[in-house]
């Protein structure tokens, strides 16, 4: 009897299409619905956060204090961090997952929905809080994303108003990641067996394990904080018998597989994308998977390379040191993989492939300096630097966000049944490659120069680097106009054809485009051959 | 009230299986939670 209920429902399902008005979005329950609001808002915070990147450069433009106090500043480099982690990267792959998983393991939606929309609705509240905490007694925090004791306790008005933000994105997070695994474990189509996803589902997967087991970890650290502030407590307290240097020790252990959970998503997306404009199957493409499980494994065992400067044993310092290095021979493995992949392949370089070739290129750069990082005496010198600086937004910068770039126009025509505009989309990825490497890479120089990170002033002799890092600042910030036009007339271009590019993997491509609202509904029984098969 | 089997396309069993996913996932969060607040209380 329940069988036929559920099966009367069901057919009542099939038929419904989305709710009228703000409904629609307010109570979505589709993946494709909530993904394009994640899209929206991740979009939203990319600018809000750029907006407080070009505040920082505008100070930086030349030394000397000149727009804003020193305190505003702190306040910058904090909140640009926050939103641009958690508000811009994070939920954009969040937003690429609802969008893509259930159409790629061929499932008719996420396994639980509500908890979707809860995960997404969440967010706006969690960003709305931290962001009015600019206008509160005392500034927004200004002790850096990593929000170290005793510096934090320092906050004023704003210091409750964070813990709370982050916890509420911790709990998005945390109930994104176990709705991303349910879906990957339980939807899939009878015949994908967990070899057979594909590589961004992979990725994520394994993403979503690491969400798991280290979100709880950085709600503990800063619940904390809060009974350390507010309950008498003395965690990370010195006067009462606390230990400041636990609290670095436990926010690392959530902070570096953070670092891996804003990039495996983004190895996932090109490694999607290098195949369809290479022409050719995936290079080791079960040496991508277990690659992405051993940089998921190390990311626990590294924590400390971020503290050399605190004081370790040796035995400590060494192991650290080596534990990071090692993380370099799967990245490798996943770099000569997709040289390989393009090795002979009848390449083309539409937008996608361009914003995907410029991260394995760009990436690298970023993933180089990272190693250089993990020498522990060198890092004694560069620690704090904007070195650091330069280090972590080659790798975030073209590297996440590209990734993030690529995909979006990967997936665009898919999405709205159009094709994008490929002169202006040429026209973005050129301009941004040009600034983002003008902004960041003489911050290399910087740093080693002896310049220190999160400080509004500086000595003359920076002047000049620092001036070409603000021009390119500011070109990548205007550049990404271009990204909102192509963005805003998506829709005006010629249809789309279902399968979109020349030939390419998955079954995400063989539903319409647009992708009808409701797709899969019956699991697909017969998956199109994976083209190493083809070639075989 | 029983299921007729010949008719089960295993909905039933995927749907008890996400929601024992989703349970097993959310203990797992929890108590990575509380296992570092007790480790940090036991140390301080």
Same mark, same amino acid.
């Given at each position: 009897?329940?069988?036929?209920?559920?099966?009367?429902?069901?057919?009542?399902?099939?038929?419904?299409?989305?709710?009228?008005?703000?409904?629609?979005?307010?109570?979505?329950?589709?993946?494709?619905?909530?993904?394009?609001?994640?899209?929206?808002?991740?979009?939203?915070?990319?600018?809000?956060?750029?907006?407080?990147?070009?505040?920082?450069?505008?100070?930086?433009?030349?030394?000397?204090?000149?727009? &804003?106090?020193?305190?505003?500043?702190?306040?910058?480099?904090?909140?640009?961090?926050? !939103?641009?982690?958690?508000?811009?990267?994070?939920?954009?792959?969040?937003?690429?997952?609802?969008? /893509?998983?259930?159409?790629?393991?061929?499932?008719?939606?996420?396994?639980?929905?509500?908890?979707?929309? @809860?995960?997404?609705?969440?967010?706006?509240?969690?960003?709305?809080?931290?962001?009015?905490?600019?206008?509160?007694?005392?500034?927004?925090?200004?002790?850096?994303?990593?929000?170290?004791?005793?510096?934090?306790?320092?906050?004023?008005?704003?210091?409750?108003?964070?813990?709370?933000?982050?916890?509420? /994105?911790?709990?998005?997070?945390?109930?994104?990641?176990?709705?991303?695994?349910?879906?990957?474990?339980? /939807?899939?189509?009878?015949?994908?067996?967990?070899?057979?996803?594909?590589?961004?589902?992979?990725?994520?997967?394994?993403?979503?394990?690491?969400?798991?087991?280290?979100?709880?970890?950085?709600?503990?650290?800063?619940?904390?904080?809060?009974?350390?502030?507010?309950?008498?407590?003395?965690?990370?307290?010195?006067?009462?018998?606390?230990?400041?240097?636990?609290?670095?020790?436990?926010? @690392?252990?959530?902070?570096?597989?953070?670092?891996?959970?804003?990039?495996?998503?983004?190895?996932?997306?090109?490694?999607?994308?290098?195949?369809?404009?290479?022409?050719?199957?995936?290079?080791?493409?079960?040496?991508?998977?277990?690659?992405?499980?051993?940089?998921?494994?190390?990311?626990?065992?590294?924590?400390?390379?971020?503290?050399?400067?605190?004081?370790?044993?040796?035995?400590?310092?060494?192991?650290?040191?080596?534990?990071?290095?090692?993380?370099?021979?799967?990245?490798?493995?996943?770099?000569?993989?997709?040289?390989?992949?393009?090795?002979?392949?009848?390449?083309?370089?539409? =937008?996608?492939?361009?914003?995907?070739?410029?991260?394995?290129?760009?990436?690298?750069?970023?993933?180089?300096?990272?190693?250089?990082?993990?020498?522990?005496?060198?890092?004694?010198? #560069?620690?704090?630097? #904007?070195?650091?600086?330069?280090?972590?937004?080659?790798?975030?910068?073209?590297?996440?966000?590209?990734?993030?770039?690529?995909?979006?126009?990967?997936?665009?025509?898919?999405?709205?049944?159009?094709? #994008?505009?490929?002169?202006?989309?040429?026209?973005?990825?050129?301009?941004? =490659? !040009?600034? &983002?490497?003008?902004?960041?890479?003489?911050?290399?120089?910087?740093?080693?120069?002896?310049?220190?990170?999160?400080?509004?002033?500086?000595?003359?002799?920076?002047?000049?680097?620092?001036?070409?890092?603000?021009?390119?600042?500011?070109?990548?910030?205007?550049?990404?106009?271009?990204?909102?036009? &192509?963005?805003?007339?998506?829709?005006?271009?010629?249809?789309?054809?279902?399968? &979109? @590019?020349?030939?390419?993997?998955?079954?995400?491509?063989?539903?319409?485009?647009?992708?009808?609202?409701?797709?899969?509904?019956?699991?697909?029984?017969?998956?199109?051959?994976?083209?190493?098969?083809?070639?075989? | 009230?029983?299921?007729?089997?010949?008719?089960?396309?295993?909905?039933?069993?995927?749907?008890?299986?996400? $929601?024992?996913?989703?349970?097993?996932?959310?203990?797992?969060?929890?108590?990575?939670?509380?296992?570092?607040?007790?480790?940090?209380?036991? $140390?301080?």
């Amino acid at each position: 009897m329940s069988t036929i209920a559920a099966e009367v429902n069901d057919h009542a399902h099939d038929d419904h299409g989305p709710a009228k008005g703000i409904k629609r979005w307010l109570f979505a329950t589709n993946h494709k619905d909530i993904g394009t609001m994640y899209l929206i808002f991740s979009f939203a915070m990319f600018l809000v956060g750029g907006l407080m990147a070009l505040v920082i450069r505008t100070e930086l433009f030349q030394p000397g204090l000149q727009f &804003v106090h020193p305190e505003f500043f702190n306040q910058m480099t904090t909140m640009h961090a926050l !939103i641009m982690v958690f508000g811009a990267v994070m939920p954009a792959f969040v937003g690429l997952a609802n969008w /893509m998983i259930p159409m790629m393991v061929g499932a008719p939606d996420m396994a639980l929905p509500r908890m979707n929309n @809860w995960s997404f609705w969440i967010l706006p509240v969690a960003f709305g809080i931290l962001i009015s905490t600019l206008w509160m007694d005392g500034g927004a925090p200004a002790s850096g994303w990593t929000m170290y004791p005793p510096l934090v306790l320092q906050t004023g008005d704003a210091f409750p108003f964070l813990i709370f933000s982050v916890h509420l /994105m911790g709990i998005s997070s945390i109930m994104g990641a176990i709705n991303i695994i349910v879906t990957i474990m339980n /939807m899939r189509a009878p015949s994908m067996s967990l070899l057979r996803m594909p590589i961004f589902v992979w990725t994520w997967l394994i993403t979503a394990y690491l969400l798991i087991a280290v979100m709880p970890v950085l709600a503990g650290a800063v619940t904390m904080l809060l009974t350390d502030q507010f309950f008498g407590t003395s965690f990370f307290l010195a006067a009462g018998g606390g230990d400041p240097v636990m609290f670095q020790h436990i926010f @690392w252990f959530f902070g570096h597989p953070e670092v891996y959970i804003m990039i495996l998503p983004a190895f996932g997306v090109v490694s999607e994308i290098i195949p369809t404009f290479a022409r050719k199957p995936l290079f080791g493409r079960d040496s991508m998977i277990y690659a992405a499980s051993c940089i998921a494994f190390l990311s626990f065992i590294v924590w400390a390379h971020h503290m050399f400067t605190v004081g370790m044993p040796l035995s400590g310092q060494l192991f650290f040191m080596f534990a990071t290095m090692l993380i370099a021979v799967p990245t490798g493995v996943k770099v000569f993989n997709w040289v390989a992949t393009m090795w002979k392949g009848a390449m083309t370089f539409e =937008t996608p492939m361009l914003f995907a070739l410029a991260f394995v290129f760009l990436f690298t750069i970023g993933g180089f300096s990272g190693l250089m990082l993990a020498i522990t005496p060198a890092d004694i010198q #560069y620690h704090d630097s #904007y070195f650091v600086v330069a280090h972590f937004h080659y790798v975030l910068v073209p590297g996440s966000v590209f990734a993030i770039m690529a995909g979006v126009y990967y997936w665009l025509p898919k999405w709205t049944g159009y094709m #994008y505009n490929e002169s202006l989309g040429k026209l973005h990825f050129w301009l941004s =490659t !040009i600034f &983002v490497n003008l902004t960041f890479f003489p911050m290399h120089f910087l740093g080693l120069a002896g310049m220190p990170r999160r400080i509004p002033d500086y000595s003359t002799q920076f002047a000049d680097f620092n001036m070409i890092a603000s021009v390119g600042a500011f070109g990548f910030g205007l550049s990404q106009l271009i990204l909102i036009y &192509v963005l805003l007339t998506a829709k005006k271009g010629v249809p789309a054809t279902d399968a &979109v @590019w020349d030939n390419p993997e998955g079954l995400e491509w063989t539903v319409p485009s647009p992708a009808p609202f409701h797709t899969f509904d019956t699991p697909p029984e017969v998956l199109p051959p994976l083209k190493q098969e083809q070639h075989a | 009230m029983s299921v007729d089997v010949s008719q089960d396309d295993g909905r039933e069993d995927r749907k008890v299986g996400v $929601r024992r996913t989703a349970l097993v996932l959310a203990g797992v969060a929890l108590m990575v939670y509380a296992a570092f607040i007790i480790a940090s209380v036991l $140390r301080s």
